[in-house]
């Protein structure tokens, strides 16, 4: 987890915006799409969980690359 030095700004006594470090927010930036990333492919691991698959000694032979 990235250190966050956050500061909350109020509008009308509420919690409204929050300020943060440049470099924070890209650390956040970078995270979140690494998690995305991650997502997408447990995603498509799953889709194909059940298709068939090939050896690469039998993909060398099928492509006469032995």
């Known amino acids: 987890m990235v250190p966050l030095h956050t500061k909350i ?8 915006f929050v300020v943060l470090p440049y470099e924070e927010f890209v650390l956040i930036q970078e995270e979140l799409e690494d ?3 991650l997502k997408a492919l447990r995603d ?9 698959t090939t050896s690469l000694d039998d993909a060398k032979k099928e492509l006469d690359m032995e």
Not at 9 to 16: F, M, R, V
Not at 44 to 52: G, H, M, N, P, Q
Request: no cysteine.
């Open 9 to 16: 700004l109020e509008k009308d006594g509420k919690k409204e």
């Open 44 to 52: 498509a691991k799953s889709k194909e969980a059940d298709a068939s």
């Open 35 to 37: 998690y995305e990333a």
